[in-house]
């Protein structure tokens, strides 16, 4: 008789690849998938599952299912990149300085100057009080009147 | 982007990153705002925004966090996130800047 290829060994460890990549690249953009994981976490529940169901199938009916070795190789990354997911999201994420000097509501920003991209000098003061038209940088022209208010976003950067 | 122009509200990111790379992100990600570089870290500092030894090769950089502030440099919103996956939304920003009625208070 002829063996199957043990389908749900294979659909189980692609479960996992979404359910690991999928965070990121997409449920990341929804605050209802972001701040916790559920769709991911059932990912992985359901990938983890029909895991278990191919390595059942093959070590308990070798004679109909393929996948002793290569299922045994696959539930294994399958549980260190679901347990890598699950320390990145729950542990590495949440390590984050209190930041407890951070300028408060109600206060005056501390003034600053760094470097814009092109490499010139940029002044707190001077983003508050110059002429603003729109956000493209440094090619728009002149507007009529400050802006009416400034965005910082800090961000980890790009290496 | 359009919807902060529309406020009269500027935007500006800030990282550690070096001005040649920051304007290489630019170009690749598109952006059109001004990024600042604070490649000594001395704003981060001064402003306790320093997350250490996060970098590559162990270089401190900058925690995420976001700052409204008004014309006046008055603080009116921050965020500072206990998670880097969460942070604010550009909807969230522009739902905290219409709250703040910094258009219309400014514009008058």
Redesign the interface.
């Known amino acids: 008789m002829k063996r199957s290829w043990n389908p749900a060994v294979w659909v189980g460890f692609a479960l996992v690849l979404i359910g690991a990549l999928s965070y990121q690249y997409f449920f990341?953009r929804f605050?209802v998938t972001?701040?916790f994981p559920w769709a991911n976490l059932l990912i992985f529940a359901i990938a983890l599952a029909l895991l278990a169901l191919g390595l059942y199938r093959a070590f308990h009916r070798p004679d109909a299912y393929r996948g002793k070795i290569i299922g045994s190789i696959l539930a294994a990354l399958s549980v260190f990149i679901t347990g890598f997911f699950l320390f990145v999201?729950f542990i590495f994420?949440?390590q984050?300085?209190?930041?407890?000097?951070?300028?408060?509501?109600?206060?005056?920003?501390?003034?600053?100057t760094?470097?814009?991209?092109?490499?010139h000098p940029?002044e707190?003061?001077e983003?508050?009080n110059s002429p603003?038209?729109?956000?493209?940088?440094?090619s728009d022209g002149p507007g009529a009147?400050?802006?009416?208010?400034?965005?910082?976003?800090?961000?980890?950067?790009?290496? | 982007?359009a919807d902060?122009?529309a406020?009269?509200?500027?935007?500006?990111?800030?990282?550690?990153?070096t001005?040649e790379?920051?304007?290489?992100?630019?170009k690749v990600a598109g952006y059109?705002?001004?990024?600042?570089?604070?490649?000594h870290d001395?704003?981060?500092r001064?402003?306790?925004?320093?997350?250490?030894r996060?970098?590559?090769d162990g270089k401190d950089?900058?925690?995420?966090?976001?700052?409204?502030?008004?014309?006046?440099?008055?603080?009116?919103?921050?965020k500072?996130?206990?998670?880097?996956?969460?942070r604010?939304?550009p909807e969230e920003?522009l739902h905290e800047?219409d709250s703040?009625h910094?258009?219309r208070?400014?514009?008058n």
């Not at chain 2, 406020?7 to 990153?17: F, N, P």
């Not at chain 2, 001064?46 to 250490?52: K, T």
């Not at chain 2, 500072?80 to 969460?86: F, G, Q, S, W, Y």
């Open positions: 990341i605050p972001r701040d999201v994420a949440r984050v300085p209190p930041s407890a000097g951070a300028p408060k509501v109600g206060a005056v920003a501390p003034d600053f760094v470097a814009d991209s092109l490499g940029v707190l003061s983003l508050l603003f038209r729109t956000n493209d940088w440094p009147s400050k802006a009416n208010g400034l965005v910082l976003i800090f961000y980890r950067g790009y290496w | 982007m902060f122009n406020r009269g509200i500027r935007v500006a990111a800030v990282s550690v990153d001005p790379e920051s304007e290489h992100l630019r059109s705002f001004l990024i600042l570089c604070d490649d001395e704003l981060i001064r402003w306790d925004l320093v997350h250490p996060m970098g590559p950089i900058a925690r995420p966090a976001e700052f409204i502030l008004d014309s006046a440099g008055k603080v009116r919103w921050v500072l996130t206990d998670d880097i996956l969460i604010a939304r920003v800047i703040l910094l258009s208070a400014s514009s």
